[in-house]
């Protein structure tokens, strides 16, 4: 299925509207797949449900969907929430930060570290949303097997990777993606007793790193719900089919004292720039709930 992702400038204040300057995904051949190794990272507790009118409440209108999932990292037991039908989306550019964890498991699995060259395509896919670099990277890690073999030590249950080279159209749920934020960012995350964490301690600094270093015209998304001190990933795509947007952000973010994983996936957006503001009100919604202690 062709799609089309979009890379558009636009100021850090979130003010300007897109423009929009058309990068099409190649189509890619296939690389070895990632081997898999014996341990295997624990799972999140079973999400709460947040209010069913989610949608309705933030200005979903028309085609439009949004899902949001929160997970307060300063509370016991750790139990994110979603907000919406917790139903798959395309990823578009956030499936970027999957990528970059293959990656380093498959580095790890090596026992090296990244090369000067893959470092420098990772510093662009994930603080630029380079897809040139994402293309060679998703080829590294062996397209969708290779994602899957590493999702499974991840604890992700509910993604499928894209068809072919197109890892803009994997399909992920908002759970799933607190599930992939945890493994980088829940440094008090529990692992099966006698295994370690899928991700070592200096593969998760370095996803941190870029992720709290996006470009100003991405710097959108999540961070309208926190303060300084944030770090995500936006993801972008104009389905051909439709003409529709898809536009999700996933990411830390600090408020009100509290350090909080958040991922809000939308589609069927009209333009890019009502995606962006129908995701960063789900965004301020859901953490807002989730501080007050509601559903």
């Not at 080829?139 to 249950?157: D, E, F, Q, Y």
Request: glycine share 10%; hydrophobic share 45%; aromatic share 4%.
């Amino acid at each position: 299925m062709p799609f089309r992702n979009f890379l558009s400038p636009r100021p850090g204040k979130r003010a300007a509207a897109c423009g929009a300057l058309t990068v099409a995904a190649a189509t890619l051949l296939a690389s070895g797949a990632l081997a898999p190794a014996s341990a295997a990272a624990a799972t999140t507790s079973a999400p709460a449900a947040g209010p069913a009118d989610f949608p309705a409440s933030v200005g979903a209108h028309g085609e439009a969907r949004v899902t949001a999932a929160v997970l307060d990292l300063d509370l016991p037991g750790r139990t994110p929430t979603v907000f919406g039908e917790e139903t798959p989306y395309d990823t578009a550019s956030i499936i970027k930060v999957d990528i970059l964890a293959a990656l380093l498991l498959k580095a790890q699995d090596s026992g090296r570290a990244l090369t000067d060259g893959e470092r420098a395509q990772t510093k662009a896919m994930i603080e630029h949303s380079d897809n040139a670099a994402a293309n060679a990277l998703w080829r590294s890690i062996g397209l969708a097997p290779g994602l899957k073999a590493a999702n499974k030590r991840l604890g992700l249950t509910e993604t499928v990777g894209g068809p072919g080279g197109k890892w803009g159209l994997t399909r992920t749920t908002s759970a799933d993606q607190i599930r992939l934020l945890r493994a980088v960012f829940d440094t008090g995350q529990t692992t099966k007793p006698g295994s370690a964490p899928a991700l070592d301690a200096a593969s998760r600094a370095y996803i941190r790193s870029l992720m709290s270093n996006v470009a100003d015209d991405q710097s959108w998304g999540v961070s309208a719900a926190g303060g300084a001190g944030t770090a995500l990933k936006n993801g972008w795509l104009q389905r051909d089919t439709t003409d529709l947007w898809d536009v999700n952000s996933v990411g830390r973010i600090t408020a009100g004292g509290h350090h909080y994983l958040v991922a809000v996936l939308s589609d069927g957006n009209k333009t890019m720039k009502d995606g962006v503001s129908l995701v960063e009100r789900a965004a301020r919604t859901a953490v807002s709930t989730a501080a007050a202690g509601g559903s």
